[in-house]
């Protein structure tokens, strides 16, 4: 059994920051690319930023230059810093990962989500 948990969500201020973690867990033999991606209300399900296990990175156009993904091969756990946040960046962040458990090959797992809120 596989978990994705996030963390790091929550209520910020325009401008402000959050970090965002998700470690993953269970009976993992490898990991290849992690990333986030992003849910607002009536809107789908959008790629934020993502990682590969060699550290390229690749980011939407709507957050470069503001967001940054990192990862820890070692803990299996993957970073969003976010800064200069908008309200538009308001949603649940979701947590993905291309791994290859023990008994099964290469699978997209998720996490829960964690809801990230800009507002004054």
């Known amino acids: 059994q596989v978990q994705l948990v996030e963390s790091g969500g929550g209520l910020v201020q325009p401008g402000g920051s959050l970090r965002l973690s998700c470690a993953a867990s269970?009976?993992?033999?490898?990991?290849?690319?992690m990333g986030w991606y992003r849910q607002a209300p009536g809107k789908q399900r959008e790629l934020v930023a993502a990682?590969?296990?060699?550290?390229?990175?690749n980011y939407a156009d709507s957050v470069k230059g503001r967001f940054t993904i990192s990862r820890d091969n070692a803990k299996n756990t993957v970073y969003l810093q976010m800064n200069s946040l908008k309200p538009e960046d308001t949603a649940v962040y979701y947590c993905?990962?291309?791994?290859?458990?023990?008994?099964?090959?290469?699978?997209?797992?998720w996490g829960q989500g964690t809801q990230v809120t800009v507002s004054s």
């Open positions: 993905n990962a291309d791994l290859r458990t023990v008994v099964a090959s290469y699978t997209d797992y």
């Open positions: 269970g009976s993992i033999f490898s990991i290849n690319a």
């Open positions: 990682i590969t296990s060699g550290g390229s990175t």
